[in-house]
Structures are given as C-alpha cells and as structure tokens.
C-alpha cells in the first residue's frame, strides 16, 4: 500500500484520472473478461478487474431474465459448501442457484468443528479438488479463505469473512441496477458499523463508479487498507469514497441509504457496549427523510428489528431488501457460471439495455 492520503470528508475527493470503461462494450470484451475468471478465485470483491465485475453484473441480469437459457450450463458440476457460520440466505441461494443451472451442491456443516482443526486446509484442498468444480467457505477468519484458495485447484468463493462479504456485495448493487438502471455516479450511503458487509460494499460501489458516503461511529471505521484500496479503484472509475461519523450528512441527498447489525456474528459479547454508540446511527423515518424521497432503504438482513432500523423504515415503501435477498440467488449464479466456465452472453445484450 501506498502513501496516498485517504479523503475523511466530503468534498475532499481529488480530481479522478480519465475513467476506466464501466460497461462491457462488446462481445469481444465479455468473452474475453469470461475467459479471464474461468478458474478463478473470488476471495475479495477487489480481485475482480472494473470490467470484469461489469460482466458479472450483466450476466446476472441475463440468468435472471433468461433462466432456462443456463437451464444445463453447469451439468454434473459439483459445488461443496463449508459454513462455520449459520445461514439462511447464503445456504438456500447457494444451493437454489447451481442447481437450476445443472449442477450438485454438498453441504457441510463447520459451525461445531471449525476448519483446519480436523485436518490442515492444504490437506483438505488436495482432497476436495479430486472430486469437486468448486468450494465454498463461510468463515470467521479471512485467512482461511485466502489459505484455502492457495492451496486449490478449483476455484474458491468466499460466502462471508470477518473481512468481506463480496457475494452480498454484488447482488445489493445488482438490486440497485436494477432499481435505477445504472450505478455510475449513484449517490450511496452506509450507516453504522465499519464491518464486512461494508468492506464489499465500498469496493463494489469503487468497481462501479458510484459515490459511497460510510458515516460510523469513532472507533469502528472501515478498515485502512480497504479505504486505500476502495479510494484506489474509484479513481479508475469516476467514483468517490467519502467518510464521516455524520449520519445525516451521509445520507443527506443520496439514491440508497444501507445499514447493517451493530454486533456482527463472532462480536456478540460487546452487544451491550455497543447498543448506545449506535443509537445515533439507527436508520429511522427522520434519517431517511434526509435521502432523496425516491431513495431505497438496504439491508443485508438478518435485521434487528427497531435496533439498527426501524419497522417503518424495514417494512415501508422504500425498502428494497427481499429483493436483495432474492438477487443472492441471481448473483450468485452468475459468479459461479463465470468461475467455472459456463459463461455465455445473450445475444445483442437485450438484458441490459431492454431494461
């Protein structure tokens, strides 16, 4: 990491260099970013180049709009799943997705042994990659991801890390393409804690071009390399990364306001302590009040109803989160088309632009 000095507030951005292409341009372009991923890891969002994660984007549009044109695109591919982690979402879109597109998925459950404990990870990646197309962990340490994927021939997503979240990531800004069309130049606020889920997001929206405000309380920013790095991308892109401790200032004219737990899994013996650092940062109707009034309210859920949002604010028009919960399922078929090769692109690209 570099000296570059990181932007706290608004307005401080420097001046982007000429912007990276956002878009795929041709087919040229998609086959040759599909090409590039076939084989790849997904440890963090910034693994993926900006055009790279613009084909991810557009072939999600396509599996969803075109579902049985993947109907047997991943035929007899096996996908195992490692969670140390409970799940809901991950789980069920997970599995739902490989096998509406041909494939198997194994579940295995780590939350009572955790992994590497049993058997080194390099020991079992030797294994797994005898029998199985893909893995995917679900962990606390983010080290075990980036070990696993080293020692793995077949590719590797990461389904949540104490450090990122990248498949979340991908669908919150699918829904929100969905939403406004594009993302490029959006208006996009976090509220609460500098966690995971915030990580992924900072270096989506970078990827994307969008302007991301992240208001939390001192002591629980973002962590410095992912600024740097999420700063770094956006000024290939026309981004911005903006940070405040200012709730009402980060969502004060935005196109999406997004918040997350206070306490993260593997935090829960400070839920206490952190209860009343974050009651300013509750997501309620007077915050969202601030957004623009077509502004859409975003949570990865599971929420903690009236704690870090409100039930007007999670149940009420301007939320937008079972939508994102149901473009997991999307997203994730199409990252995994991507990783094991089965990427195709609908002719003519009508998905994107018949939006």
């Not at 699918?174 to 900072?202: I, K, W």
């Not at 997501?283 to 903690?304: G, I």
Request: aromatic share 6%; net charge negative; proline share 5%.
């Amino acid at each position: 990491m570099g000296s570059k000095t990181i932007s706290i507030a608004p307005g401080e951005n420097p001046v982007p260099p000429a912007k990276a292409s956002l878009g795929i341009q041709s087919d040229t372009a998609f086959t040759e970013a599909s090409k590039r991923l076939a084989g790849r890891d997904l440890c963090s969002i910034a693994d993926f180049t900006v055009d790279e994660m613009a084909a991810v984007m557009e072939l999600a549009h396509a599996v969803k709009t075109n579902p049985e044109d993947f109907r047997h695109a991943l035929d007899a591919r096996q996908m195992v799943m490692f969670f140390e982690k409970a799940s809901l979402r991950t789980r069920l879109t997970f599995e739902a997705a490989i096998n509406t597109l041909g494939g198997n998925a194994i579940f295995v459950d780590q939350t009572q042994s955790p992994l590497g404990e049993r058997e080194s990870l390099g020991d079992m990646a030797h294994n797994i990659e005898r029998w199985m197309n893909i893995i995917v962990l679900r962990t606390y340490s983010h080290d075990t991801i980036t070990e696993m994927a080293a020692c793995s021939r077949v590719p590797v997503i990461n389904a949540l890390s104490d450090l990122e979240h990248p498949c979340q990531a991908i669908a919150d800004f699918f829904t929100l393409e969905e939403r406004f069309g594009s993302v490029e130049g959006l208006q996009f606020a976090y509220v609460g804690d500098g966690n995971n889920v915030c990580h992924s997001l900072m270096l989506t929206a970078a990827q994307l071009g969008a302007h991301c405000t992240v208001a939390t309380p001192k002591g629980f920013a973002p962590k410095l390399d992912i600024i740097h790095k999420a700063i770094e991308i956006s000024e290939q892109t026309g981004g911005t990364i903006t940070l405040t401790s200012d709730p009402i200032k980060a969502v004060t004219g935005v196109d999406a306001v997004y918040t997350d737990v206070c306490t993260s899994m593997g935090f829960e013996h400070e839920a206490t302590k952190r209860a009343p650092i974050f009651a300013p940062y509750q997501v309620n109707e007077a915050l969202m009040s601030h957004a623009k009034a077509d502004a859409v309210f975003m949570h990865c859920l599971p929420a903690h109803r009236n704690a870090e949002v409100t039930n007007a604010v999670l149940d009420g028009p301007q939320s937008v989160v079972f939508d994102q919960a149901e473009n997991r399922m999307h997203a994730q078929k199409a990252l995994l088309l991507m990783l094991l090769g089965g990427a195709k692109r609908i002719p003519n690209n009508r998905n994107r632009h018949n939006r």
